[in-house]
Nanobody, 115 residues
Framework: QVQLVESGGGLVQAGGSLRLSCAAS????????IGWYRQAPGKQRELVTN???????NYADSVKGRFTISRDSAKNTVYLQMNNLKPEDTAVYYC?????????WGQGTQVTVSS
């Protein structure tokens, strides 16, 4: 089992920055992919970014050049640095992790970008 706890969401003006954190616990050594999805009101959940166990990263086109995923293996924590935020980035952001047994989700953290 893997438990994920997000933090760092909030309200920010357009052009501002936020950093989200996702602290993993449990059988973290088994995680092969960890990353972030987001879900805006009335929209489907979409992949924002992830990072594999080998360090390879993927980003949605809409966030490339603005968002950066990183991890601190010693702290079992993954970060999402979000710069130049736009109102369309407003959503609940969910951390997720994948291992051989399945996919795990955090509770989500709200990010609101005002124009």
């Amino acid at each position: 089992q893997v438990q994920l706890v997000e933090s760092g969401g909030g309200l920010v003006q357009a052009g501002g920055s936020l950093r989200l954190s996702c602290a993993a616990s449990g059988t973290t050594f088994s995680i092969t992919v960890i990353g972030w999805y987001r879900q805006a009101p009335g929209k489907q959940r979409e992949l924002v970014t992830n990072i594999g166990s080998g360090g390879r990263t993927n980003y949605a086109d809409s966030v490339k050049g603005r968002f950066t995923i990183s991890r601190d293996s010693a702290k079992n924590t993954v970060y999402l640095q979000m710069n130049n935020l736009k109102p369309e980035d407003t959503a609940v952001y969910y951390c997720y992790a994948v291992n051989a047994l399945g996919t795990y989700w955090g509770q989500g953290t709200q990010v609101t970008v005002s124009s």
